[in-house]
T-cell receptor
Framework: DQQVKQNSPSLSVQEGRISILNCDYT??????FLWYKKYPAEGPTFLIS?????DKNEDGRFTVFLNKSAKHLSLHIVPSQPGDSAVYFC????????????????FGSGTQLTVLP | DGGITQSPKYLFRKEGQNVTLSCEQN?????MYWYRQDPGQGLRLIYY???????QKGDIAEGYSVSREKKESFPLTVTSAQKNPTAFYLC????????FGSGTRLTVV
């Protein structure tokens, strides 16, 4: 059972336009969400995160929106640049439960973003 | 510079052999994790360790083993019991956030 789902395996966007990557989750215990960017043969690099007490977090060209009632989050990249072409992973965790698996990240399957020049 | 070092970057294994992937961090992080990435799938947790001399199985631990004798080191052994070991393996540690290594691509030949 996938607790974090990224239903679009790929997305193509023209340079300068907005990229919107979507993520859905099923576990209501998740209270912290992260987006990672990954190039081939490299480790993921952290992009942006959001706590469940917020509905929006912005960092430069990247904005993450959280809709808790819909268990949905999205990453907006604007304007998109060719260097943004990568696989983007959504991840979720529970930060404040003192169990052995606390802070374990559950990842979605990723979305390959291609920004066309 | 602080970070996580995974070695080797590429590794080839013959069927029936055990291989060990190295993960070293100098971030003074207590918790370390091993993930596996397959095409079209997210990162799946193999093993994790919250503290030295202690580790726990993740979602797909069968065919793998780990040790945590030092805080800085969390090696992963892929044993011959792992039926489909060809994958990209990522090590991570957690302090204020997650830090990932650059990964090891293991191929069975």
């Amino acid at each position: 059972d996938q607790q974090v789902k990224q239903n679009s395996p790929s997305l193509s966007v023209q340079e300068g336009r907005i990229s919107i990557l979507n993520c859905d989750y099923t576990n209501s215990m998740f209270d912290y969400f992260l987006w990672y960017k990954k190039y081939p043969a490299e480790g993921p690099t952290f992009l942006i995160s959001i706590s469940s007490i917020k509905d929006k977090n912005e960092d430069g060209r990247f904005t993450v929106f959280l809709n808790k009632s819909a268990k949905h989050l999205s990453l907006h990249i604007v304007p998109s640049q060719p260097g943004d072409s990568a696989v983007y992973f959504c991840a979720a965790t529970t930060r404040f439960i003192s169990s052995g698996s606390a802070r374990q990240l559950t990842f979605g399957s990723g979305t390959q973003l291609t920004v066309l020049p | 510079d602080g970070g996580i070092t995974q070695s080797p970057k590429y590794l080839f294994r013959k069927e029936g052999q055990n291989v060990t992937l190295s993960c070293e961090q100098n971030l003074n992080h207590d918790a370390m994790y091993w993930y596996r990435q397959d095409p079209g799938q997210g990162l799946r947790l193999i093993y994790y360790s919250q503290i030295v001399n202690d580790f726990q199985k993740g979602d797909i631990a069968e065919g793998y083993s780990v040790s945590r004798e030092k805080k800085e080191s969390f090696p992963l052994t892929v044993t011959s019991a792992q039926k489909n070991p060809t994958a990209f393996y990522l090590c991570a540690s957690i302090g204020s956030g997650y830090t990932f290594g650059s990964g090891t691509r293991l191929t069975v030949v």
